[in-house]
């Protein structure tokens, strides 16, 4: 069995696309695990929430999809991201918003949990500290938990002396799903923050029982046409070409 790994959508539909035709020219998948912000930023929310929705898929909440609907506050984001969500909202049908409110905080998938931001806290804690990291080791059962959230993909490692081994994901290379509990981050598909502007997700292959990282070249200058169109952030336009 495979299974795709995919978080921080955010309304990039040029993106999500790409990363849809890379998963299938590299063997397809057996079912899609989403890590949340589906919507939000980008320009397409319903688009990329009824794609999603025609997946075989798993998908959890993240804090701009709980916004988008009402269930988390406005002051809690920036300026811009705040802008941005209420155009969000008022692209929204109702279809897409039963969606967004059905989605679950935390999901369970064998040895896997899924959540948006980290298990103690599922919509709003960022994960990219090792000392974040072992404080939450003890924040769930199963040996592995899948995050996304800050948009970096990344991994940390519980070693068996307790010590907590910060892992820097990298295209192509694999990381091994082994009896150490280990946690994971694909980056984001629509607005990656790791300096390259390139989607990025992963593919857990429980054959071998490894995770591999991948990015995807997609058309960003048309995702930026679009969110200038319908007046969109500057800022968020211009983040999009730089990956950060």
Known sequence: MRYAILADIHANLAAFTAVLRDIEQRGGVDEYWCLGDIVN?????????????RLKHVTVAGNHDMAAIGKAPLNLFNPDAARA????????????ANFLGSLPQIENRGEFTLVHGSPRDPIWEYMVSKSQAEENFGCFKNRYLLVGHSHEPLAFRLEEEGRVAYIKLA??????AGKKRLMVNPGSVGQPRDGDPRASYAVYDAGPRVVKLHRVVYDVGATQQRMVKANLPLRLVARLEKGL
């Not at 155009?87 to 049908?93: D, E, Y």
């Open 171 to 176: 295209e192509g290379l694999g990381q091994v």
């Open 41 to 53: 930023y980008g320009p397409d929310p319903v688009k990329c929430v009824e794609l999603l929705q």
């Open 85 to 96: 969500m209420q155009w969000t909202k008022s692209q929204l049908n109702q279809e897409a």
